[in-house]
């Protein structure tokens, strides 16, 4: 079976589910809270290994309590965690969460001990990471980390996938223009682009430009709309399931958690992305980010009573 590097963060998501966000100076009661494994990389390697996908994760837990809890997570899901190490002195990231009755939400991140995944890392990691058939990037560590595993990615001939997540600005276009895969959602693709993205025509438009500057795939999530490829093999949109949505965090993880593994595994975009729109519609059905992405079983009881 082909590995899938994930060069990436992982959190502790503090999830409180809340009637409205608190003006300032308010105090406000809120009806739940649930602590959870999350962190994008984290997410989306997760996500792969429950669909059956061999994972191989790089990251930097802290000094804290969380930090055994996270190290069982992954390897309960059988990642290979040799090189998920502690960092003395600092804390692990943490994501305080806001979710919304109407399962929309609102999310901070701490890096803590993720900015500490440094380009050495890679370097120690070469020799397996060499053996893997493609790395996996998000943009909750350092951007000088990011950067390198391309570079390495390129190097060795290993296709590197990139979910520019949290969206940020000034991103090289050097780098961007090596990747095989960029996965942004609107947001993200306008901030990159530059411009105006609020509908799937203004993406296809936004992501032709990326692809004319050397990108090989870029696919664009538009949440309940679906996603739109547009890259090497042409142009078209995957449309989305309508469900009930209770939580949307860690959405756009499952779809790339779905997409890496069935890319990995026989290669085909069009299917992979259609696997992935049903798992992150699937995933948006539950609470929580990891606990509510489904495992193979579970996945299939969902696709089969739709
Ligand atoms: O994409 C969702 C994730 O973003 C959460 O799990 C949180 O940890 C932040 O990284």
Redesign the pocket.
């Known amino acids: 079976m082909s590995k899938i590097a994930v060069i990436g ?1 992982n ?1 502790v ?1 503090l999830i409180t589910y809340i009637d409205r966000m608190p003006a300032q100076g308010e105090t406000l009661e809120a009806p739940g809270f649930a602590l959870g494994c ?3 990389g984290a ?1 989306q390697a997760v996500a792969a290994a429950k669909l059956g996908g061999d994972v191989l994760m790089l990251s930097k837990v802290g000094d804290d309590m969380f930090a055994d809890n996270t190290l069982a997570n992954f390897q309960r899901f059988g990642i290979d965690t040799r090189y998920v190490q502690r960092v003395p002195g600092v804390s692990s990231g943490v ?1 305080p ?1 806001f979710v919304q009755a109407d399962s929309h939400n609102s ?1 901070l ?1 701490v890096k803590g001990a993720n900015a500490h995944l440094l380009p050495a890392d890679i370097d120690a990691a070469a020799a397996d990471l060499r053996d893997c058939s493609l790395i996996v990037l998000q943009l ?1 560590i350092n951007l000088a980390t990011v950067y390198y595993a391309i570079e390495f990615g390129r190097q060795h001939g290993i296709p590197v996938l990139l979910n520019p ?1 949290p969206a940020l600005s000034g991103l090289s276009a050097e780098h961007l223009a090596q990747l095989d895969f960029l996965v942004p959602n609107e947001s993200e693709l306008a901030l990159i682009t530059g411009q105006n993205v609020d509908s799937p025509d203004s993406a296809r438009t936004a992501a032709r430009t990326l692809v004319a500057s050397g990108i090989r795939h870029v696919i664009v999530t538009l949440g309940q709309e679906g996603a739109l490829y547009v890259g090497e093999e042409g142009e078209f949109k995957i449309n989305g399931l309508q469900v009930a949505a209770r939580d949307t ?2 959405a ?2 499952a779809f790339i958690g779905c997409f890496i593994q069935h890319w990995t595994h026989d290669g085909d975009i069009r299917r992979a992305m259609e696997q992935a729109v049903a798992y992150s519609a699937c995933s948006v059905t539950a609470l929580g ?1 990891q606990t509510s992405y489904p495992d193979r079983k579970a996945f299939a009881r969902f696709q089969q009573q739709r």
Request: aromatic fraction near 0%; glycine fraction near 22%.
């Open positions: 963060s959190m998501d999350g962190g994008k997410n994501a969460i999310i991140i909750e997540a965090t860690g756009g993880d980010t």
